[in-house]
C-alpha cells in the first residue's frame, strides 16, 4: 500500500468515472472489491488505489456525472500533499 499514491492516468480516470456514474455492475463491483474494479479499468497500482478510493458509500450516478470535472483534477492530479517550499535568497 502506498502512502503517497501516484495519480491515475487521464484514461484510467476517464473510464473509471464513465462506468461509475452508468454501469450499475460496476457500481457493484467497485463497492464489494475495488482493486478488481481498478484493474479492470486498467489502473496501474489497483491495490495501492483502492485502498485511497475505498468510500463507505458511492455517490448517484448522477452526483459523480455532475462532478465529474472535479473528480478527474483530484484523481489524475498530484494526490500527495505536498507543502509549499520558500527560497530565501
Known amino acids: 500500500m502506498a502512502n503517497n ?3 491515475l492516468p487521464a484514461n484510467v480516470v476517464a473510464q473509471l468515472l464513465s ?3 452508468s454501469d450499475d455492475t460496476f457500481r457493484a463491483l467497485f ?3 475495488p482493486v478488481e474494479a481498478l484493474r ?3 489502473a496501474p497500482d489497483p491495490e495501492g488505489c483502492a485502498h485511497c478510493l ?3 458509500t458511492l455517490a448517484s450516478k448522477e452526483s459523480i456525472k455532475a462532478a465529474q ?3 478527474t483534477t483530484q484523481l489524475a492530479g498530484n494526490l500527495g500533499q505536498n507543502p509549499p517550499t520558500l ?3
Open 40 to 42: 479492470q479499468v486498467g
Open 31 to 33: 463497492q464489494s472489491n
Open 5 to 7: 499514491p501516484k495519480p
Open 69 to 71: 470535472t472535479a473528480l
Open 19 to 21: 462506468k461509475l456514474g
Open 54 to 56: 475505498k468510500v463507505p
Open 87 to 89: 527560497l530565501v535568497r
